[in-house]
Each structure stands twice: as structure tokens, then as C-alpha cells.
């Protein structure tokens, strides 16, 4: 259980296994965090394939965690952590290929928002369930995937979208039968890795550098509405429901 590295032919795969569904606990968030980060730095590494075994991609943060923890450790630790995560696939100085399957939820948007490519399977879903959770954050991804007014109903409704949706608004490159998941990933991630290396470093760095918003500062504006959630107790409330309903 955890985070996994392997390298092939200028490809680092990075594989998340958390069951039961992927929730990541804070050390979970920054094991990801310096895994993705430590692919990037490696002179060896021309592209990353992110992926997940079991059931979904990422369920977002362990919430039952969170409420089984003393004080608001666990609560200021996932915040940083999902924080560190999403900026290192974001800074990851090589693009960051996000192969999804099933649930992307939470902070799984976060993870395939600031993934420079997405490939998905048919049974793959994204959406910010925070609302319900007394919670908000990564509208901030959500929006790099999804045009504003449809940002803003996932927000307010906590409703999903599908693969399908995402590749007609192009921000999934490809819908692929889960069994060849992987392999378009690696596929993709290959034809990168393929090319000069310090070209590709140099056109991950200037496309960040255009980009129109500063996903970390507006990431971390979200995550101040987090924290007045729970200094009003409607944080605490909304997650105790949660865990009591079983953590469904």
C-alpha cells in the first residue's frame, strides 16, 4: 500500500495504491508530493505516467482520518499535503501523463487538473463532493477541465461528469477501454520521453508560465473558506456524517 516508482525507456510510472478507495491519508499526499517531484529531477525522465490500482483513481483526502485525529492536525495536514501534491504534478519539470479510472474525486481533480495530459477509461467520473463535505477547494483544477458555468454547477451540486464529457470539451485527450489504460498512457508518455529532454523540461517551463491563473495561490484562497468552514463547525458536522453513513 502506498506510493510506487518504476522507470522504463525514459518513463517514470507512478502508481497509487491506497485501498480502499484511494483516499490518501497526510502522509499519503506527500509521499505522492515527493515522488512526482523526485521523477521530474531524475535526468533519465522524459515524461510521468500517474495511475492508480483498484477501484478509482483518488477518492480525495481520508476523512476518516481526519476525524479520528486530536485538533485540527490531521485537517491543516491534508490541506498542505493535497497542496504540496497538486503543485508537484503542476512544477514536475517534465509533463505529467494522469491515466483515470473509475472515481476522480476531490482531490483526484486536483491530481488530473494540474496533470499536463489526462487519458481516461469509460468508467471514469470527476467531481468536488467538498459541498457535501462541509468543505471546498480544487474548483481551482476543476476549472482546467471544465468551462466556468459547468465548474460552477459541479461546485454548487456536487455532480459528476464523465470521461466522455471531458473528451468532448477536450480536456481528456482520449477515452480508452479500461484494459488499455495503461498502455495509451505509456504510449503517449513515450512519444514525449522520446524527444530532446531539455526541449520538452523548457516547454513544460513556458507553458506554466503563460498560464492565465496561479493555481497555487488560487488553490490556497480556496483552501481559506476550508478552514472557516471548520472554525463554524459546519466542517465537523458535514464529516462526522460521513464516516457515519459508513464513508459513502
Given at each position: ?45 522524459g515524461a510521468v505516467v500517474l495511475r ?13 482520518e481526519m476525524q479520528s485525529t486530536e ?7 491534508a490541506n498542505r499535503g493535497c497542496f ?165
Open positions: 500500500m502506498g506510493v510506487s516508482t518504476t522507470t522504463l525507456d525514459g518513463v517514470a510510472e507512478i502508481v497509487v495504491d491506497a485501498p480502499p478507495v484511494n483516499a490518501l491519508t497526510v502522509a499519503g499526499w506527500y509521499e505522492l508530493a515527493d515522488a512526482v517531484l523526485a521523477a521530474g529531477r531524475d535526468p533519465g525522465v492508480a490500482e483498484g477501484r478509482g483513481f483518488n477518492a480525495g483526502v481520508d476523512i476518516k485538533g485540527h492536525a490531521a485537517l491543516v495536514g504540496a501534491a497538486f503543485a508537484a504534478v503542476y512544477d514536475c519539470e517534465v509533463p505529467v501523463v494522469a491515466a483515470v479510472h473509475g472515481f476522480c474525486l476531490g482531490g483526484g481533480v486536483g491530481l488530473a487538473g494540474n496533470a499536463d495530459i489526462v487519458i481516461a477509461s469509460p468508467d471514469a467520473y470527476f467531481g468536488l463532493p467538498e459541498v457535501d463535505r462541509g468543505a471546498l477547494g480544487a474548483a481551482t483544477h476543476l476549472a482546467r477541465l471544465v468551462p466556468q458555468h459547468l465548474m460552477r454547477a459541479m461546485v454548487y451540486t456536487c455532480r459528476n461528469v464523465t470521461a466522455e464529457e471531458l473528451h468532448h470539451h477536450g480536456s481528456v485527450l482520449e477515452v480508452v477501454p479500461a484494459g488499455e489504460l495503461r498502455a495509451k498512457a505509456m504510449e503517449v508518455a513515450a512519444g514525449i520521453a522520446a524527444k530532446d529532454r531539455y526541449v520538452i523540461r523548457r516547454a513544460k517551463e513556458s507553458l506554466n508560465g503563460i498560464d492565465p491563473v496561479d493555481v497555487r495561490r488560487s488553490y490556497r484562497y480556496e483552501q481559506g473558506f476550508t478552514f472557516e468552514l471548520n472554525l463554524v463547525g459546519a466542517g465537523d458536522e458535514h464529516r462526522d456524517a460521513f464516516v457515519a453513513k459508513g464513508g459513502r
